[in-house]
């Protein structure tokens, strides 16, 4: 069994900042990448950035200049610091991890999914 669990989720004022966390824990071999995503009410969930495990990384526009996501490999876990928070970008944040899992003989890679972090970003 695989876990995500993620924390740093609040309440900030605009322009404030916050940085979430998230850690994977269980059994697997190996992360392609580890990302984040978010969700608004009413919206579709959306990419915030991903980091691969070879370092490369892809940020929505949105978050390009104010969010950074990093990685601690030995507790395989990545990070998101998120700078000059507006209103809209109150959301639940999910981690997600595409993570090597082998089931008997065979390898596969898998998608995982946190249970989400609150964002809310209101004077």
């Known amino acids: 069994q695989v876990q995500l669990v993620e924390s740093g989720g609040g309440l900030v004022q605009p322009g404030g900042s916050l940085r979430l966390s998230c850690a994977a824990s269980?059994?697997?071999?190996?992360?392609?990448?580890m990302g984040w995503y978010r969700q608004a009410p009413g919206k579709q969930r959306e990419l915030v950035a991903v980091?691969?495990?070879?370092?490369?990384?892809n940020y929505a526009d949105f978050a390009e200049g104010r969010f950074t996501i990093s990685r601690d490999n030995a507790k395989n876990a990545v990070y998101l610091q998120m700078n000059s928070l507006k209103p809209e970008d109150t959301a639940v944040y999910y981690c997600?991890?595409?993570?090597?899992?082998?089931?008997?003989?065979?390898?596969?890679?898998?998608?995982?999914w946190g249970q989400g972090t609150q964002v809310t970003v209101s004077s």
């Open positions: 997600n991890a595409d993570l090597f899992v082998v089931v008997g003989i065979a390898g596969y890679d898998v998608d995982y």
């Open positions: 269980g059994s697997f071999l190996g992360i392609n990448a």
């Open positions: 980091l691969s495990s070879g370092g490369s990384t």
